[in-house]
C-alpha cells in the first residue's frame, strides 16, 4: 500500500531550485551552508532514533560533499548519546562544510574507518551519506562497489537527503542504487524522489524542511493524493438526474479484446457517469451486458451513421481500449477524429495516433511508457530516463493533457507538472489502464476541466488500487477496483 505523504508538503522542486533557496538564506541572513548541515544531520540523528529506538552501533558512509557532511554530524550527534559509530569516508572532504563537519566530528574523538567492503557486509544499521543531488552520470565503479555493498547487506539502511545513485530531478538510477527502507529528504521535495525508480529504492519517505520553506520560488511540480479527493466530490443536489450526471461514449473492443471495453464502461459507471454507451463488435454484447445490464451497447460492424449519432449524443468519448489496429478500429479511430468532442485516448487509440500524429487541445492522452515511446518514436528506456521529459515533450507534440502512467504517474497539460504518488504493483496487471480511462471520462462528462479531471481520475484509480490491495498486491484484477471507485468519489464516505 501507498504511504500517506498527506503531512508533507505538496510543492516539488529540481536539485537546482534546492540549491538556490539554500544560497538565498543564506544571502539573507537565515543561515549559513554550515547551519543548514547541522540541522540535517540533526534532523537524521532525530530520524535514526526514532526508527531504531534501541540501537547500540550504526555505520555511517561519508561522501565528500555536503551529503556526507550530514552524515558526518549525524555521527558526531549518535557517538556523544552512547551509540558505537563507525565512520567511512570514500574520500577526501571536499566542500568546506564537509571540511567543516569532519572536523567537529574528528575534534570530538571520532575516527574514520579506512576504506573496504567488509565492514559495510557487517553492519547492521546504515547511515547512506555517499552521494547528494550532483549525481548525473553513472555512479563511478568505486562507489559502484560501496552501494552494492549496502544493498547485499540485509542491513537497515537510511539514506540522507536521497538514495546514493538515484537522480534528484527525474527518479532514474545512475546505474546502480542504495535501496533504503528510509529515506529523508531535505529542504525541499526533490522531484525525483516521487517517480520512477526512486519509487522502488526510497522505502519509505521522511522530510525536513531545515527552514528553507519561505526561500523557494515557483515549485516545478506539484504533488496529489488521496487528500485531494475531498476538495472535489461534494454531495450531488437532491433532485439530481442522471442527464446531469454526464454522458459517455466508449469506444473499442476489437475481437477478442471485449473484456477492455467492458473494464472501461463499468469503471466509467462506477465514477459517476449518468449514462454510458458503449460502441463494440456486435459479437461482445453478451459480453458487455451480462453483469451490467445498465450499459447501453452498439454493435458496430462499419462505421455508419448510427455510429455518429452516437457520437454526437455523447458529451465526452472514450477510445481505445481493446480497439485494435486494423481496419475496424482505424475507421473508429478516424470517425472520432471528425468529431469536437472531448475525448480520452488510451491503448490502441495512441498507437494508431502515433502513426497519425496530430495535435488536438481538447484531448487527454493516457500512455504507459511503452506507448509513450511509439508516441516520440524512441526507446522505454529513454521515456524512463526522465519521465518529466518525456510528458513535457509528448504534449508538446500532440496537445491537450497527458499522463504518463508507471510508479508515480506524471501528468502536464503544458502549464502545470503534477506528480501522482499513488497506487501501487498490483496495477501490473491487464485491464487496470482501461479502468482509468474510464474514471477520466466519467469526471470530464461531470463537468470537471480535462487536467482536473486527469489528475483526480489517477488519484481515485490509485488509491482504489491502494485499498484492493490490501488483500494482496498479487492476484489483483482491474475489476477489483470497482468497488473502491465508487467509495472514492464520494466525499463523505472517505
Not at 70 to 89: E, K, N, Q, T
Not at 185 to 206: D, I, M, P, V
Request: aromatic share 6%.
Amino acid at each position: 500500500m501507498a504511504q500517506d505523504l498527506s503531512q508533507f508538503p505538496k510543492a516539488l522542486f529540481t536539485q537546482a531550485q534546492v540549491r538556490q533557496a539554500e544560497l538565498s538564506a543564506v544571502s539573507q541572513g537565515a543561515s549559513s551552508l554550515y547551519e543548514l548541515v547541522e540541522r540535517a544531520g540533526a534532523a537524521a540523528f532525530e530520524c535514526l532514533t526514532r526508527h531504531n529506538p534501541n540501537a547500540s552501533s550504526v555505520f555511517f558512509l561519508a561522501g565528500s560533499g555536503n551529503n556526507g557532511a550530514d552524515a558526518l554530524v549525524c555521527a558526531r550527534l549518535a557517538r556523544a548519546s552512547g551509540m558505537a559509530v563507525s565512520v567511512m569516508m570514500t574520500s577526501a572532504a571536499g566542500t568546506p562544510e564537509c571540511q567543516q563537519a569532519l572536523a567537529h566530528y574528528l575534534n570530538d574523538g571520532g575516527e574514520l574507518l579506512p576504506k573496504a567492503v567488509a565492514p559495510i557486509l557487517a553492519a547492521k544499521i546504515i547511515v547512506d551519506g555517499l552521494l547528494g543531488t550532483g549525481v548525473r552520470d553513472a555512479v563511478r565503479d568505486d562507489m559502484a562497489e560501496y552501494i552494492r555493498a549496502i544493498n547485499d547487506n540485509a542491513a537497515w539502511v537510511l539514506s540522507l537527503d536521497l538514495p546514493s545513485g538515484v537522480i534528484a530531478d527525474t527518479g532514474a538510477v545512475a546505474g546502480v542504487a542504495v535501496m533504503a527502507d528510509v529515506t529523508l529528504c531535505f529542504g525541499g521535495w526533490k522531484q525525483g524522489l516521487l517517480t520512477g525508480k526512486a519509487r522502488h529504492y526510497s522505502g519509505e519517505l521522511e522530510f525536513a524542511a531545515l527552514g528553507l520553506t519561505p526561500f523557494f520560488a515557483e515549485a516545478s511540480a506539484q504533488r496529489v493524493g488521496k487528500e485531494t479527493l475531498k476538495d472535489y466530490f461534494a454531495a450531488r443536489a437532491r433532485d439530481s438526474h442522471k442527464g446531469q450526471s454526464g454522458k459517455v461514449t466508449v469506444i473499442g473492443g476489437d475481437m477478442g479484446m471485449a473484456g477492455a471495453v467492458r473494464l472501461a464502461s463499468e469503471a466509467c459507471l462506477r465514477a459517476g457517469a449518468g449514462l454510458v454507451t458503449v460502441i463494440s463488435r456486435p459479437e461482445h454484447q453478451l459480453t458487455v451486458n451480462v453483469s451490467r445490464p445498465e450499459l447501453m451497447f452498439w454493435g458496430c460492424d462499419l462505421v455508419d451513421m448510427e455510429v455518429y449519432l452516437r457520437l454526437g449524443w455523447a458529451q465526452v468519448i472514450v477510445l481505445g481500449p481493446g480497439l485494435g489496429k486494423h481496419d475496424w478500429g482505424y475507421n473508429l479511430f478516424k470517425a472520432v477524429g471528425l468529431s469536437d468532442k472531448p475525448c480520452v485516448l488510451d491503448a490502441d487509440a495512441l498507437n494508431l495516433l502515433s502513426n497519425e500524429p496530430r495535435q488536438q487541445t481538447n484531448w487527454v492522452l493516457t500512455p504507459h511508457p511503452g506507448e509513450a515511446a511509439r508516441l516520440l518514436g524512441c526507446s522505454v528506456a529513454e521515456i524512463e530516463q526522465d519521465r518529466f521529459a518525456a510528458v513535457r515533450a509528448i504534449q508538446q507534440k500532440y496537445g491537450g493533457v497527458v499522463l504518463l502512467k508507471g510508479a508515480g504517474t506524471v501528468i502536464f497539460d503544458g502549464k502545470q507538472m503534477v506528480v501522482a504518488p499513488v497506487g501501487n504493483p498490483g496495477l501490473a496487471s491487464g485491464g487496470c489502464g482501461d479502468v482509468l480511462s474510464g474514471i477520466i471520462g466519467a469526471l470530464m462528462a461531470q463537468g470537471m476541466d480535462n487536467m482536473q479531471a486527469t489528475v483526480l481520475g489517477v488519484v481515485v484509480h490509485g488509491c482504489a488500487a491502494d485499498l484492493a490491495a490490501i488483500q494482496g498486491e498479487r492476484g489483483m484484477l482491474a475489476s477489483d477496483l470497482m468497488p473502491f471507485i465508487r467509495q472514492l468519489v464520494n466525499s463523505d464516505l472517505l
